[in-house]
């Protein structure tokens, strides 16, 4: 009985390691690895770690990888204490107003400012957590009807009318966007390039040889080359480091 016992435990102990080594399944290490060498060092990696186990992220983190971003309040919340202190969380999905206070007190950037509405509430919330919150303005840049975010235009009047003046406590970082789902290449570039040029132009008119509004988050799996290309500062990639959902 003990035999087998022992017989069953190894060859578990087998299998896992054969999977582990499987040449298919390549390591979250390697795999940040490979990111790193196709971008420019300048472009930094947001590691999209939501849906993935916090053993699984802690192999990102031990391979350097520091900031992480998260769609979900609950989750972000739970996974905050749960991992190193020097981690920036970034908050990448759409967020309800009322969901603004559990990020206050420990949120370094938020991507998906969608409404005039979250933007009060995050000045509110930073003037009462007592830091600076950063942020960024999603702009809607896709096709697709349902995706969130400011037109270009509303994006140009709240900068032309100084409006970022009026929230003291937030700190304007730059833009970030999402390309339309789609195979067409040439569609995603020159959506990512009228975002491009709507950074530039704000950074020019409003932020000009300041440290503020650096910030153009732009790229994911399967379009962070054509983002970069387009100047891009800012990629979050899950699939390719953690694998797919
Ligand atoms: C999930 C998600 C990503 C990462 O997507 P991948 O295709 O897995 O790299 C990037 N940005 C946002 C807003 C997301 O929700």
Known sequence: MATMEIFVGLSLHLRNEINWQSP???????????????????????????????????EAYEAGQRIF?????????????????DIEWHMIGHLQSKKVKLLAPFISLIHSV???????VIQAEALKAKRKIGILLQVHIAEEENKYGFSHEEI?????????????????????GMASYTEDREQIRSEFNSLSQ?????????????????ELSMGMSGDYQLAVDEGSTMIRVGTLIFGGR
């Not at 969608?114 to 009060?120: A, E, N, P, V, Y």
């Not at 140009?156 to 970030?176: I, Q, S």
């Not at 709507?198 to 650096?214: A, G, P, S, Y």
Request: net charge positive.
């Open 156 to 176: 140009r009047d709240f900068f032309m009318e100084e409006k970022n003046l009026e929230y003291p406590d937030v700190n304007f970082k730059g833009l970030m």
């Open 24 to 58: 298919k399944m390549k390591s979250v290490k390697s795999n940040i690895e490979q990111l790193q060498n196709n971008i420019p060092h300048s472009v930094k990696v947001v590691a999209v770690s939501k849906t993935k186990p916090v053993d699984l992220i802690m």
């Open 114 to 120: 969608d409404t005039l509405k979250l933007l009060g």
């Open 69 to 85: 971003g998260e769609n979900r309040v609950q989750e972000l919340i739970s996974k905050h204490p749960a991992m190193p202190e």
């Open 198 to 214: 709507l950074f530039k132009e704000i950074r020019i008119q409003n932020f000009d040889k300041t440290d503020q509004f650096t």
